[in-house]
Nanobody, 125 residues
Framework: QVQLVESGGGLVQAGGSLRLSCAAS????????MGWFRQAPGKQREFVSA????????TYADSAKGRFTISRDNAKNMVYLQMNSLKPEDTAVYYC??????????????????WGQGTQVTVSS
C-alpha cells in the first residue's frame, strides 16, 4: 500500500502560481512512476504530468507544457507540481497518483494503483 496526501491548493488569480505537494508513505516511493491528474466539475479525470522513478524523465499534457513543472524528492518521499501562469481553465481538483506498471502507462488514469484525496485549485479571472 502507498498512502498519498496532497496539499498546496487554493484560490489564485489568473496569471498567478501555486505549488502542489504530495507526501507519500508506505511502500518504497522510488519504485513508482508518479503522476498528477485533475478533474473539473462535470468532466473526466485527465492527465497533467508524470515523472519517472529517478526524476530523469518527465512528461506533460499539452495544456501544462511550458507552465507546469513536476519534480520529486525520493529522499523525502515527495512529489511536486509547480504551476505558473495559471488560467481559469486550470480550475479543478488535482490528484497525486502512483503507478507501478511502468513509464509506458504514465498518462493512463486506469494504470495508476494509488491515489490521494485531491486538493482544490481555483483560478479566478
Amino acid at each position: 500500500q502507498v498512502q498519498l496526501v496532497e496539499s498546496g491548493g487554493g484560490l489564485v488569480q489568473a496569471g498567478g502560481s501555486l505549488r502542489l505537494s504530495c507526501a507519500a508513505s508506505g511502500r518504497t516511493f522510488s519504485n513508482y512512476v508518479m503522476g498528477w491528474f485533475r478533474q473539473a466539475p462535470g468532466k473526466q479525470r485527465e492527465f497533467v504530468s508524470a515523472i519517472s522513478w529517478s526524476g530523469g524523465g518527465t512528461t506533460y499534457a499539452d495544456s501544462a507544457k511550458g507552465r507546469f513543472t513536476i519534480s520529486r524528492d525520493n529522499a523525502k518521499n515527495m512529489v511536486y507540481l509547480q504551476m505558473n501562469s495559471l488560467k481559469p481553465e486550470d480550475t479543478a481538483v488535482y490528484y497525486c497518483a502512483a503507478n507501478s506498471q511502468g513509464w509506458g502507462t504514465r498518462s493512463l488514469v486506469f494504470r495508476y494503483d494509488y491515489w490521494g484525496q485531491g486538493t482544490q485549485v481555483t483560478v479566478s479571472s
